[in-house]
């Protein structure tokens, strides 16, 4: 089994749907969780990180940790075009900072 | 918010060529910089962990004579792909944290696009 579990999709939504990602990991000693959006042929930009279980809600996006379940979502409201990249779900150990673990991130596109 | 600049952000190179690949931390002092490889449609694979005048630290199965790092200041760390062979072609990524905010997160770097011929 993987460290970290990410369907890859690819997901596509219509404009205005709420869409909703998932990782799923093994190791309970993962302790800072994050979402990163990549753009095609870029680098990935940190969206949402979160400390243990709980939520943490910044405009649009929500991300929800369950620690007892190894589950993390990312939540993205009123999706629009430009949310159309891949997202990648990250954890480590300790520290944020420290060298992460990631999923193989989803592929979402938003249709107008 | 942190940024941290990667250069080049494209390179085409020659069998058997030497490439240079520069990160720097724009605004912030990076005492660690993580290097990371990206397969097309695969996750981000971490290949070393660049230590500030240190030696870097590297993952298990990848080279260290070939991808030699060098973290000469708190802001620069660069990775050089030696003696490149088409199977190095990949996209490089590097990240860095704020060594002055507790729990700072890992920033990146727009990636690097390397393909050998």
């Known amino acids: 089994q993987k460290e970290v579990e990410q369907d890859p999709g690819p997901l596509s939504v219509p404009e205005g749907a709420i869409v909703s990602l998932n990782c799923t990991y093994s190791n309970s000693a993962f302790q800072y969780f994050m979402w990163y959006r990549q753009y095609s042929r870029k680098g990935p930009e940190l969206l949402m990180y979160t400390y243990s279980s709980g939520n943490k809600e910044d405009g649009r996006f929500t991300a929800q940790v369950d620690k007892s379940s190894k589950y993390i979502s990312l939540f993205i409201r009123d999706s629009q075009p430009s949310d159309s990249a891949t997202y990648l779900c990250?954890?480590?150990?300790?520290?944020?900072?420290?060298?992460?673990?990631f999923g193989k991130g989803t592929t979402l596109s938003v249709s107008s | 918010g942190a940024v941290v600049s990667q250069h080049p952000s494209r390179v085409i190179c020659k069998s058997g060529t030497s490439v240079k690949i520069e990160c720097r931390s724009l605004d912030f002092q990076a005492t660690t910089m993580f290097w990371y490889r990206q397969f097309p449609k695969k996750s981000l694979m971490l290949m070393a962990t660049s230590n500030e005048g240190s030696k870097a630290t590297y993952e298990q199965g990848v080279e260290k004579d070939k991808f030699l790092i060098n973290h000469a200041s708190l802001t620069l760390s660069t990775l050089t792909v030696t003696s490149a062979h088409p199977e190095d072609s990949s996209f490089y990524i590097c990240?860095?944290?704020?060594?002055?905010?507790?729990?700072?997160?890992?920033?990146f770097g727009n990636g690097t696009r390397l393909t050998v011929t």
């Open positions: 990240s860095a944290r704020d060594v002055q905010r507790v729990d700072s997160p890992l920033h």
């Open positions: 990250a954890m480590s150990f300790n520290q944020a900072g420290t060298a992460l673990i």
